[in-house]
T-cell receptor
Framework: DTEVTQTPKHLVMGMTNKKSLKCEQH?????MYWYKQKAKKPPELMFV???????INESVPSRFSPECPNSSLLNLHLHALQPEDSALYLC?????????????FGPGTRLTVL | QKEVEQDPGPLSVPEGAIVSLNCTYS??????FMWYRQYSRKGPELLMY????GNKEDGRFTAQVDKSSKYISLFIRDSQPSDSATYLC????????????FGKGTRLSVIA
């Protein structure tokens, strides 16, 4: 099973709302990632969790707050977003150790900020 | 110079054609190379994964890595309309959770 699941598939929120994106994998992977992807652009790395600890934060604004409750789950909490934050938010996972680092992506959450 | 260069296309070919997609890179430390396929409004799907130089074949897909030229390729044989998607190359210098560096992606259309 090489599946990464993400919920919700679509999300529309106002600039004052608080919402959360969820990601789950059951491949035993120990590294999980959040990416942001704008139309016709490649994914941009936001955060990396390795063994449930935040290891990389690519200078993401504090209105995005990641959380890794356990090795299978990754959340992204959203608060006071701007319209320019509208994008496809992708979660990915990889083994996190050893010589392999193929990343497997979820289907994404399409976020629209009004 | 960007770390990874990829022609964004669009590339349009007839059904059954051989498609060649390419990326060049500047960082000689890259040693893990991946190709992803992304359909419109979906997440990227890992197609091929290669470590260091050489070829790897999987069905109609062949990935080639030439580290001496800092050049990677993905060949698609007998292309099908279902291959119409954006193809992203990605690479990294390390294993584990080392971040990937993506190319811009090439949009491919296979016309029936």
């Amino acid at each position: 099973d090489t599946e990464v699941t993400q919920t919700p598939k679509h999300l529309v929120m106002g600039m004052t709302n608080k919402k959360s994106l969820k990601c789950e994998q059951h491949m035993g992977h120990r590294a999980m990632y959040w990416y942001k992807q704008k139309a016709k652009k490649p994914p941009e790395l936001m955060f990396v969790y390795s063994y449930e600890k935040l290891s990389i934060n690519e200078s993401v604004p504090s209105r995005f707050s990641p959380e890794c409750p356990n090795s299978s789950l990754l959340n992204l909490h959203l608060h006071a977003l701007q319209p320019e934050d509208s994008a496809l938010y992708l979660c990915a996972s990889s083994q996190g150790g050893g010589p392999y680092n193929e990343q497997f992506f979820g289907p994404g959450t399409r976020l629209t900020v009004l | 110079q960007k770390e990874v260069e990829q022609d964004p296309g669009p590339l349009s070919v007839p059904e059954g054609a051989i498609v060649s997609l390419n990326c060049t890179y500047s960082n000689s430390a890259f040693q893990y190379f991946m190709w992803y396929r992304q359909y419109s409004r979906k997440g990227p799907e890992l197609l091929m994964y290669t470590y260091s130089s050489g070829n790897k074949e999987d069905g109609r897909f062949t990935a080639q890595v030439d580290k001496s030229s800092k050049y990677i390729s993905l060949f698609i044989r007998d292309s099908q309309p279902s291959d119409s998607a954006t193809y992203l190359c990605a690479m990294s210098a390390g294993s584990g959770n080392t971040p990937l560096v993506f190319g811009k992606g090439t949009r491919l259309s296979v016309i029936a």
